[in-house]
């Protein structure tokens, strides 16, 4: 995030310096305002996937109602109430409501992914009348971030004659990542949180109300408390949360154990971060947090086409030893961590930290952790990043049959835990 000052002083250098301006993978000049993430937007894929869904028109209309704030508090509410906008209307679609605006399967989670990044590039570039420190434009985006993720907009049913007998049930997902490797990428977590949102399961035991967020791919935002700061509030509240996100081929996961180390990979920002995961209270922070899933409830359930692990290996340093080994049956005693059973990324950090919370918080009962999905995969003959089309029945089927079986595991764990 620059000023106009910064952004005109980084241009006089790539003059003096000779160099053309930066350029995007398409070959377009790149705004040097904007993060790595946001100037993947004009590549050709995310340009279809907005027109295609009709999101197309999201960030130019915000930039026209930002464009009218008169102050800081006018700009704060709009974005809040754009970002919630944005949000609600993603829900709307994935669950059949209102029009579709395009021939993009509603099912699909990439128009609100790309939508965001015009949002938030918007904003990164804007220079209003009013002055407007850099603190302020950090709050602006967090403001937006949070609403658009659906982060503050959990809402469970009230105790009462309605929510009487009504489960919660809170489920995360994330953005696509990985996208210089295919720009195309879905990501079938961040499908389910909006398939999902505000829907009600009918179970043994009654109704429950699942609520659900989205998280970013970014090691940034975990450091800053993200996870926590969506998660404090509700985990007292709920009944069950599940963390989920995309992980293996072919199969399902209920990871077991999760790590406290960030295993370097790079994030969306294409910025990569080793160590301890960085938490409040480091001095008492585990090297392992678990699962109170009800993991073998989960596998031995018919939950959908895709086989279902419960997934007891990690990556460990022994007490005493220097080198990394594979721990299948999970950790031993005294030893560090290098890997949860899902891996040393975001995904492993999310459930690491959503657990740790539970724990800190003192609901070692409530039963908690997460999920991966399969792979999300196009069909064949549409595998070629630079050809491909953005869409394919095989890519559509995938991701139902994905999120029906998220919805179907939930179900389980939530009868599970309570028998």
Known sequence: ???LRVRIGVLGLTLLAGLSAPTTA???????????EEQRLDRAAPQEILGRSGFD?????????????????????????????????????????????????RDDDRPLYWARLGMTREVRGWEPGFGLSEHQRTALLGALERASRGQDSIRYPAHGS?????????????????????????????????????????????????ETAVFPVRWQDFADGTVERTLRRQLPRVDLFATVSQGRVGRFDVERTNGAWRGGFSDNDNIGRTGTIPVTDPATQPQWTSTTLPYGDIVA?????????????????????????????GPTAGSTARAGGGGDY?????????????????????PGGHVHTPVLQFGAGNTNPATGAVTDPEFVRNRLDIVAQVRAIVTVAITGSTG
């Not at 704030?69 to 949000?87: D, F, H, K, N, P």
């Not at 309605?162 to 490797?181: A, C, E, S, Y």
């Not at 290996?313 to 990394?324: D, H, L, N």
């Open 1 to 3: 995030m620059k000023s």
């Open 26 to 36: 398409d070959g377009a000049e790149a705004d040097v305002s904007a993060t790595v």
């Open 57 to 105: 028109a999201v960030a130019p209309e915000f930039a026209r109602a930002l464009g009218k704030a008169r102050s800081y508090a006018q700009a704060e509410r709009i974005a809040v109430r754009e970002g919630a906008r944005l949000w609600a209307r993603a829900v709307d679609r994935a669950q059949g409501r209102g029009p579709a605006r395009g021939d993009l399967s």
């Open 162 to 210: 309605h929510g009487k007998g009504v489960k919660r049930i809170l489920v995360t997902g994330f953005d696509p990542f990985t996208l210089d490797r295919d720009v195309r990428i879905s990501n079938p977590s961040g499908a389910t949180a909006l398939a999902l949102d505000g829907t009600v399961i009918r179970t043994a035991d009654g109704p429950a109300r699942i």
């Open 301 to 329: 359930a018919d939950t959908g086409r895709f086989p279902v692990y419960d997934n007891t290996s990690v990556t460990e340093i022994p007490a005493g030893g220097t080198q990394a080994v594979v721990r299948p049956e």
């Open 346 to 366: 975001l995904s492993n950090e999310i459930a690491y930290r959503a657990t740790l919370l539970r724990d800190r918080l003192g609901l070692d009962s409530l």
